[in-house]
């Protein structure tokens, strides 16, 4: 089991709320990233980072940021919350150089209202 | 268009029976293939990993298989039982980026009936 952790687990919110989503690892990974996932649809990557202080977008826009002051907390935050932001969202963390093995968190299911 | 794509998109089967899920993909680059198998609401979880030089790998009742040249893997389970249940997931990895891009299928939803 990854040491990796995702909170809240569920999280139902009203449109315009400011939210953060909390991505926790223990394990001294240096790239961390965040994928957004619809019912039967596959993983998008939104966010990444190499390291500490270093952010990127990936591949699937998204209105959400990132931030990474410390190595073993990767935090992800809407401003203003919609509808559309429903989703599943999931952490990922792994190590190492190269295609290094991805280890996910539980994931949190946010619905907008 | 670097894809992977999955067949059957979902599959019931009797408990103890055996199953195939299969796996294309277009990734190049290629670096490597990995099975994931994903609980309801929950995070995907690694079942298997395959290089370019690898055809065949074991995990319990899980056995993978690669062919490179066909760019297809298959994913087989021996007999099922009601915790198999869940979503399985084809992952390729390309190798041309440090990051290690990953392109996700949709998954095949498995579901085991007792």
């Known amino acids: 089991e990854a040491d990796i952790y995702q909170t809240p687990r569920y999280l139902v919110i009203g449109t315009g709320k400011k939210i953060t989503l909390e991505c926790s690892q223990t394990?001294?990974?240096?790239?961390m990233y965040w994928y957004q996932q619809d019912p039967g649809m596959e993983l998008h990557l939104i966010h990444y980072?190499?390291?500490?202080?270093?952010?990127e977008k990936g591949d699937l826009s998204s209105e959400s940021t990132v931030s990474r002051i410390r190595t073993e907390h990767f935090p992800l935050t809407l401003e203003s919350a919609r509808p559309s932001h429903t989703s599943q969202y999931l952490c990922?963390?792994?190590?190492?150089?190269?295609?290094?093995?991805?280890?996910f968190g539980p994931g949190t299911r946010l619905t907008v209202t | 268009k670097n894809q992977v794509e999955q067949s059957p998109q979902s599959l019931i089967i009797l408990e103890g029976k055996n199953c195939t899920l299969q796996c294309n993909y277009t990734v190049s680059p290629f670096s490597n293939l990995r099975w994931y198998k994903q609980d309801t609401g929950r995070g995907p979880v690694s079942l298997t990993i395959m290089t370019f030089s690898e055809n065949t790998k074991s995990n319990g009742r899980y056995t993978a298989t690669l062919d490179a040249d066909t760019k297809q893997s298959s994913l087989h389970i021996t007999a099922s039982q009601l915790s198999d249940s869940a979503s399985y997931i084809c992952v390729v990895t390309d190798r041309g980026s440090t990051l290690g891009r990953l392109y996700f299928g949709r998954g095949t939803q498995l579901t085991v009936w007792p």
């Open positions: 990922a963390s792994s190590g190492g150089y190269g295609p290094y093995e991805q280890y």
């Open positions: 980072s190499y390291g500490v202080n270093s952010t």
């Open positions: 394990m001294g990974h240096d790239k």
